[in-house]
Structures are given as C-alpha cells and as structure tokens.
C-alpha cells in the first residue's frame, strides 16, 4: 500500500505565503507525475498544477506566476509554495501521486488526505 501525508495549510492573510508538502510512503517502486488540486467551498475539485518526474511544471492559468511545485525525488515528496494568496485561493487542496508499487506493475492514482488553506483578513 501506498499513503500521501500532507501538511502545512492553515489561515493566512491576503497576500500572504503559504508552503504545502506532501510525502509519500510505503511499497513504492516508482513516482512518477506528482501534481495539487483543490477543491473551493460549493465548486468542482480543480487542478492546480503539476510536475513529471524530470521536473517540468504546469499549472493552471489562475496560479501562473504565483504558486510554484517542486519536487524531492529521493524523499517522495512534492511541494507547494503558494505566493501571493488571495481569497480565492481558499479551498481544501489535495495531493496526487501516480505511483507504481512492488505489488503491481501498472500506475495507480493516490490521494493525499487534504488540507485546509483558508485566505482571509
């Protein structure tokens, strides 16, 4: 089995930083893409971003320039430093891992436990 643990949400200020983590454990042979969603209060989960496992980054328009994922591949862990929170950034974000395990020879999809970011005065 494989578990995402994250931590380091919490309530910050507008304009305000906050830095995500995400490691993974367990029976794992390889990470490969690693990537946040969020899900704000009464919308649809969205992604944030990704990052591949040679490093390259993507993120959706809202967050460009102002969040940033990075990744430690020894560790088995992502990360995500959010810069310049706004309000809107409120949501509950969530990490996913597409991981293959000792017990299996196909990629499986895995879920960090969320964590919440709220933005506010």
């Known amino acids: 089995q494989v578990q995402l643990v994250e931590s380091g949400g919490g309530l910050v200020q507008p304009g305000g930083s906050l830095r995500l983590s995400c490691a993974a454990s367990?029976?794992?042979?390889?990470?490969?893409?690693l990537g946040w969603y969020r899900r704000a209060p009464g919308k649809q989960r969205e992604l944030v971003g990704t990052?591949?496992?040679?490093?390259?980054?993507n993120y959706v328009d809202s967050v460009k320039g102002r969040f940033t994922i990075s990744r430690n591949n020894a560790a088995n862990t992502v990360y995500l430093q959010m810069n310049s929170l706004k309000p809107e950034d409120t949501a509950v974000y969530y990490c996913?891992?597409?991981?293959?395990?000792?017990?299996?020879?196909?990629?499986?999809?895995?879920w960090g436990q969320g964590t919440q970011v709220t933005v506010s005065s």
């Open positions: 996913n891992a597409k991981v293959v395990s000792f017990s299996s020879v196909y990629e499986q999809d895995y």
């Open positions: 367990g029976s794992i042979f390889r990470v490969n893409n």
């Open positions: 990052i591949t496992s040679t490093g390259i980054t």
